[in-house]
């Protein structure tokens, strides 16, 4: 173990309480993207109270806290704050039953099924051990608690309303995810390890009609069934195999009655890819394809595409990635591994991007060691609940501690060697 995490270890016992009672809280009292105001709060507050400077409501709702101590590099943690709108079904004694309206004024239901609660209590943690233990590190610490992870915005907003002068640019950006994997377990990867993620909305324009008389419309039913198959191709015939990418086409919405031809139809379509070259193939075919189908069916005018969210590649720095793994295998052993990418998306390399510094992010284990086993054995792990499942329930212990350590021995390969 390195100081940190000794440190860590010698106030666990008294640390856990805290921390558990935090994440139950905030588990509870879920906030949907971009209106985490009370979770920003208690996040402020306690940092705050730990002696970090405090900035409130950078980017909306982000807060970034700042703990100077002495000559050393500036180093970034950033874990994000919102919950999706997914009625949660774990059964948990802390279980939400939070409603709320969405940004189109929906009610919905709101929880913590993605692990951002655990997130933001793994970070007020290191906090506070980094807050206590000062004589073990050297540098400039920057806590970020970013509002809008789930809608790719969040962190763009924080970056735009960050100033030239307001905050230290930090010379290293970390950050980590709970996900499905055994739990005491930290997966690492340089390179590609989040794919990008592109949400679009395609509107198609036909002409309504009665539906007994079709040859006075332009019926954009059809127009968009044949649209959604053949979408289906560019990745079965237009991709090649030896490279990844997805396409699902997650709603497909026209009319509202058995007898009447509508005007128009929607299709919500979400593309992953791991390559930048494949990703602008993918937009450039998805548009061609549905503009040719229009024009298939006559369309007096061709379909409106809005981009409902876009996430970029997450590519870890190849050297502060060899710098991390060092750290983590000195501290966890065969306990951390490198793992293949995985096909989930997020706006954390926003920051890296947008400032010119690397960055590192990394998964950490949540699902009970025995029934992971047991479900690898039976070839059945697709069936374990993952993030954005109603289901999906980190088990607390020793995922917390995990993610703890993880946080802080990254965090000590800058902030220690400084030190010494």
Known sequence: MNVLTTALAS?????LPD????????????ELSMQEVRTAKIAADYIEALGYEVSRAVGVTGVVGLLRNGAGPTVMLRADMDALPVVEATGLPYASTVRAKDEDGVEVGVSHVCGH??????????????????DLWKGTLMLVFQPGEEVGRGAQSMVDDWGTDRFPKPDIILGQHVMVGPTGKVMYRPGVILSAGDSLK?????????????????????????????????????I????????????????????????????????????????????????????????????????????????????????????VVKAFSAQFGANAYEAPPAA???????????????YVFWFVGSTDLARYEQAKREKKLNTIPSNHSPKFAPVLHPTMETGLQAMLTAASAWLCAAAH
């Not at 079709?214 to 237009?238: G, N, Y």
Request: aromatic content about 6%; some cysteine.
């Open 11 to 15: 106030q666990l016992e008294s640390l």
């Open 19 to 30: 921390l558990e009672a935090i994440y139950e809280d905030l588990h509870r009292h879920p």
């Open 117 to 134: 609660d655990l997130h933001v209590t793994w970070l007020m943690g290191a906090a506070r051990v980094l807050a206590e233990h000062r």
């Open 202 to 238: 395609v509107t198609l324009f036909g002409r309504g009609a009665h539906g007994s008389q079709p040859q006075t419309s332009i019926d954009p039913v059809i127009m968009a069934a044949a649209t959604t198959l053949r979408l289906q191709t560019i990745v079965s015939r237009e």
């Open 240 to 323: 090649s195999p030896l490279d990844s990418a997805v396409l699902t086409i997650g709603a497909l919405q026209a009319g509202t009655k058995e007898n009447i031809i509508p005007d128009d139809a929607t299709i919500k379509l979400n593309i992953r890819t791991y390559d930048q070259d494949v990703r602008d193939y993918m937009l450039s075919a998805v548009k061609r394809i549905c503009c040719a189908e229009c024009d298939a069916s006559n369309a007096e005018k061709p379909p409106e595409f809005t981009t409902l969210s876009s996430y970029p590649l997450t590519v870890n720095d190849t050297n502060a990635t060899a710098r």
């Open 344 to 358: 989930a998306s997020e706006d954390f390399s926003i920051f890296g991007r947008s400032w010119g510094v690397p």
